[in-house]
């Protein structure tokens, strides 16, 4: 009897003797960042990419700040996506991917503990992307925004101060001029219609508080929307300005971009320096 109890009491015991912890120990992935290669006709390469968002067979697997070390919990093929996340607006509660950065993307056979380095990942703009405009002030371009609509002076072209490139634009800003509003000549139709995705790429730093949004008329009437912009930074920044919202709400069938700069009130004067703006769009469906 007792040897029967045994028996049906040893699988318990088996069970009840295996380890707790069953985990395997993940694989992983390191990414240093990313590098832009724009192309021709596309301005400069500058970006400032904070995050990887890494994708695995399609499953959304993190975001990582970079540079990343991404666990991956499987053994085997696996097909890699890996998207280059921004900050909307330089504001660190508005992480996204960039929508027109191409995603990286690679099979890997993952091992268990084993690691594998990616190092800088390549990327370039999708190929559906509209440049509406390419502003970097070089003597080969034409200047973009020329209409000033308040304040004097405008945006000159200097070479004392750059981002890349041999020249850079500046705002100057001062006690008689506390207020210099700049927009481009041209107009662009259809950006309003639905689905809307605007953004505005800008290097900048200086002084001065800046905002950019859209002008226009409607029925006769003045339009102006104003939404993202910046803060005065004394080193170059890079800024990925979500114009979206501000392009929705105007509701404009025809529009220009604006930007206005404001000198604080502690300064007596000061500059606002500029470079590589960057009007982009997908096409209309």
């Known amino acids: 009897?007792?040897?029967?109890?045994?028996?049906?009491?040893?699988?318990?015991?088996?069970?009840?003797?295996?380890?707790?912890?069953?985990?395997?120990?993940?694989?992983?992935?390191?990414?240093?960042?990313?590098?832009?290669?724009?192309?021709?006709?596309?301005?400069?390469?500058?970006?400032?990419?904070?995050?990887?968002?890494?994708?695995?067979?399609?499953?959304?697997?993190?975001?990582?700040?970079?540079?990343?070390?991404?666990?991956?919990?499987?053994?085997?093929?696996?097909?890699?996506?890996?998207?280059?996340?921004?900050?909307?607006?330089?504001?660190?509660?508005?992480?996204?991917?960039?929508?027109?950065?191409?995603?990286?993307?690679?099979?890997?056979?993952?091992?268990s503990g084993v690691t594998q380095e990616l190092g800088e990942l390549p990327v370039t703009y999708r190929p559906e992307t509209v440049f509406g405009f390419v502003e970097d002030f070089e003597a080969t371009t034409p200047r973009v925004f020329t209409e000033v609509l308040a304040g004097a002076g405008g945006i000159t072209v200097q070479t004392d101060v750059v981002r890349s490139g041999a020249a850079a634009g500046a705002v100057i800003l001062s006690d008689t001029s506390t207020l210099v509003e700049v927009a481009t000549q041209r107009s662009y139709a259809g950006l309003s219609e639905t689905p809307v995705n605007v953004w505005l790429e800008v290097d900048y730093r200086g002084d001065g508080l800046g905002l950019f949004g859209v002008v226009g008329t409607q029925g006769g009437l003045p339009v102006r929307v104003f939404d993202p912009g910046f803060l005065p930074r004394d080193t170059w920044t890079k800024l990925y300005v979500n114009l979206s919202p501000v392009v929705g709400s105007s509701g404009l069938a025809e529009l220009r971009v604006a930007l206005s700069t404001v000198l604080p009130p502690e300064l007596a004067r000061g500059t606002v320096y500029l470079d590589n703006l960057k009007l982009l769009y997908f096409p209309s469906r």
């Open 1 to 111: 009897m007792l040897y029967r109890y045994l028996l049906l009491l040893l699988p318990v015991l088996l069970l009840t003797a295996c380890p707790a912890d069953l985990e395997v120990e993940p694989a992983f992935v390191t990414v240093d960042g990313f590098q832009l290669e724009a192309g021709p006709g596309r301005g400069a390469a500058t970006m400032d990419v904070r995050e990887v968002w890494a994708f695995a067979d399609g499953e959304f697997i993190g975001v990582f700040p970079l540079p990343a070390r991404i666990p991956l919990y499987r053994v085997g093929p696996v097909n890699l996506r890996l998207e280059a996340g921004i900050r909307q607006d330089g504001r660190s509660v508005t992480p996204d991917i960039y929508p027109f950065y191409t995603p990286f993307e690679r099979s890997v056979d993952l091992q």
